[in-house]
């Protein structure tokens, strides 16, 4: 069993930056994929950024240029760094662990990021 836990997210200015942690507790496979992903209102759960555990990244062509992801493998925890930030960029942000290359096994609580000025 892998446990996500996430922080970050808020309120924030359109233009503004905000950054997302996720660490990652429990049994985790040394080969994995961990990233970020988000659900406005109304709307589908979408992939925001990945990153596998051998540092390859995939990005939502909405989010290309202006979030960076990241991972620190000695802790388990990955880091989505949100700059230039927009108002359809609110939703809620879950953190998703799992296999490479599938829909993430394991899921955070989801983190609210509200862009709004």
């Known amino acids: 069993q892998v446990q996500l836990v996430e922080s970050g997210g808020g309120l924030v200015q359109p233009g503004g930056s905000l950054r997302l942690s996720c660490a990652a507790l429990?049994?985790?496979?040394?080969?994995?994929?961990m990233g970020w992903y988000r659900q406005a209102p109304g709307k589908e759960r979408e992939l925001v950024a990945t990153m596998t555990s051998g540092g390859m990244p995939n990005y939502a062509d909405s989010v290309k240029g202006r979030f960076a992801i990241s991972r620190d493998n000695t802790k388990n925890t990955v880091y989505l760094q949100m700059n230039r930030l927009k108002p359809e960029d609110t939703a809620v942000y879950y953190c998703?662990?799992?296999?490479?290359?599938?829909?993430?096994?394991?899921w955070g609580q989801g983190t609210l990021v509200t862009v709004s000025s």
């Open positions: 998703g662990f799992g296999p490479l290359y599938t829909v993430p096994e394991f």
């Open positions: 429990g049994r985790i496979s040394s080969i994995n994929a």
